[in-house]
């Protein structure tokens, strides 16, 4: 399973970006799929996710200001940031919980980060 991630960028502070994912490669079917991101020093963290049938849960930092939808048809995810903070800089990586074909198993997949910068 590939991820390619698209949608980064230099914004400042109080724009949006908006970041896709596409999920691509011998798929039988997604569970979870989210973005996580990790700021400079610090560990990687939760942005937003949703199982495949559920409602997405959002990190309390991005509540209210970020967005994530989902097409399970097309395999892809995308991350609506709206009145974006410095404090939002950081590399965002895609994940997804995955099944391939021929496997009973979900495991997790990366895809390779895409850099959001915010100036204040």
């Known amino acids: 399973v590939q991820l390619q991630a698209s949608g980064g960028g230099l914004v400042q502070a109080g724009g949006s970006l908006r970041l896709s994912c596409a999920a691509s490669?011998?798929?039988?079917?997604?569970?979870?799929m989210g973005w996580y991101r990790q700021a400079p020093g610090k560990q990687r963290e939760l942005v937003a996710i949703?199982?495949?049938?559920?409602?997405?849960i959002y990190a309390d930092s991005v509540e209210g200001r970020f967005t994530l939808s989902r097409d399970k048809a097309k395999n892809t995810v995308a991350l609506q940031m709206n009145s974006l903070k410095a404090e939002d800089t950081a590399v965002y990586y895609c994940?997804?919980?995955?099944?391939?074909?021929?496997?009973?198993?979900?495991?997790?997949?990366w895809g390779p980060g895409t850099q959001v910068t915010v100036s204040s």
């Open positions: 490669g011998s798929i039988f079917s997604i569970g979870t």
């Open positions: 994940k997804a919980g995955a099944k391939t074909t021929g496997r009973d198993w979900y495991r997790d997949y």
């Open positions: 949703t199982s495949s049938g559920g409602n997405a």
